[in-house]
T-cell receptor
Framework: QQPVQSPQAVILREGEDAVINCSSS?????VHWYRQKHGEAPVFLMI?????EQKGHDKISASFNEKKQQSSLYLTASQLSYSGTYFC?????????????????FGQGTILTVHP | SQTIHQWPATLVQPVGSPLSLECTVE??????LYWYRQAAGRGLQLLFY??????ISSEVPQNLSASRPQDRQFILSSKKLLLSDSGFYLC????????????FGPGTRLTVL
């Protein structure tokens, strides 16, 4: 099933913070975050693996709570360049034979707009 | 480094015409390859994925088909386009399936009139 992202859209002024959530109805093994600018291809931001880790670079970070089957993306002190649509993609893990299976299933996206 | 190419970049086709979109990856071998479609303002819908030459898995029943004639080449085709086939088609590659990052090509914007 497709993960659910919230909110669907958020409008910020430069310097404000935002949180985008990604929830799944089934067990998660990995969560991938992407940002897509209008008319362009999605660009990879970060991947979080099972284990409840957090990651971040610059002022964008993410957490992964496998018990709650959700991930959150945190954008701190937003910049104009952060504008775009953010997608989470969830992965299914491995089968009994140890072979990776399960494609990424992407959420519907969260539109982030940062104004000066 | 790895690069992924798609062509054409834009395409306008009449209803009922055939379609062929091409995707090639450079700088890696045995990639997993994917075709996605994105309708205007919508999310990413996985159409096909391939783990090797000649191996195609279809995700959504439709009038599209995919082929992988070479290790780093992935082709999306249709014999007769429908209006609903309009959208932004993205090819992506990864080293593995769910635990590996997917890298997207620049996309093809298809308009069916």
């Amino acid at each position: 099933q497709q993960p659910v992202q919230s909110p669907q859209a958020v409008i910020l002024r430069e310097g404000e913070d935002a949180v985008i959530n990604c929830s799944s109805s089934k067990a998660l093994y990995s969560v991938h975050w992407y940002r897509q600018k209008h008319g362009e291809a999605p660009v990879f931001l970060m991947i979080l693996l099972k284990g409840g880790e957090q990651k971040g670079h610059d002022k964008i970070s993410a957490s992964f709570n496998e018990k709650k089957q959700q991930s959150s993306l945190y954008l701190t002190a937003s910049q104009l360049s952060y504008s775009g649509t953010y997608f989470c993609g969830t992965g299914g893990g491995f089968n009994a034979g140890g072979t990776s299976y399960g494609k990424l299933t992407f959420g519907q996206g969260t539109i982030l707009t940062v104004h000066p | 480094s790895q690069t992924i190419h798609q062509w054409p970049a834009t395409l306008v086709q009449p209803v009922g015409s055939p379609l062929s979109l091409e995707c090639t990856v450079e700088g890696t071998s045995n990639p997993n390859l994917y075709w996605y479609r994105q309708a205007a303002g919508r999310g990413l819908q996985l159409l096909f994925y391939s783990v090797g030459i000649g191996q195609i898995s279809s995700e959504v029943p439709q009038n599209l088909s995919a082929s992988r004639p070479q290790d780093r080449q992935f082709i999306l085709s249709s014999k007769k386009l429908l209006l609903s086939d309009s959208g932004f088609y993205l090819c992506a590659w990864s080293k593995g399936l769910s635990l590996d990052t997917q890298y997207f090509g620049p996309g093809t914007r298809l308009t069916v009139l």
